[in-house]
């Protein structure tokens, strides 16, 4: 049998990566208006990739541990990025769009890796134990 844990560490490189940069295209278009009018695609965004990120490194191979990566590079990310920017400038400006985008990849974010870890556990419990 191959071992798998060098093409999962990739993987959730990857799913990693791909949480950060979500992270820093949402805070860029937190802001975008229509006319006067705030669009929150930011949070939309947040609200499908979060948990599918988090859903997808808890079907690695790796650990329970690695499910919880992506969601924690987001959150660093929005905190760092959004709370203290580039040059001292905020990225997530007081009113009701920055918060619309926290709790949509909180939120959602946060459910998808306890069923994760839920998941894991049933499966942990379920399965026979070894020896002779």
Do not use: H, K, N
């Not at 990739?10 to 705030?38: H, K, N, R, Y």
């Not at 920017?85 to 619309?100: A, E, K, Q, R």
Request: glycine share 10%.
């Amino acid at each position: 049998m191959i071992d798998e844990r060098p093409e999962s560490l990739l993987v959730l490189f990857v799913l990693v990566l791909d949480a950060v940069l979500l992270a820093i295209v949402e805070l860029m278009f937190v802001t975008l208006t229509v006319g006067a009018t705030p669009l929150p695609l930011s949070a939309l965004v947040a609200l499908v990739s979060t948990p599918w990120l988090v859903r997808r490194a808890g079907e690695l191979p790796i650990g329970l541990i690695s499910a919880a990566l992506p969601f924690v590079g987001w959150i660093v990310t929005i905190g760092v990025l959004g709370l203290a920017g580039p040059g001292g400038d905020v990225l997530l400006p007081d009113g009701w769009p920055s918060l619309l985008l926290l709790a949509a990849g909180l939120l959602p974010g946060a459910w998808a890796l306890g069923r994760v870890i839920r998941d894991r556990r049933s499966a942990s419990a379920q399965r026979p134990p070894e020896g002779p």
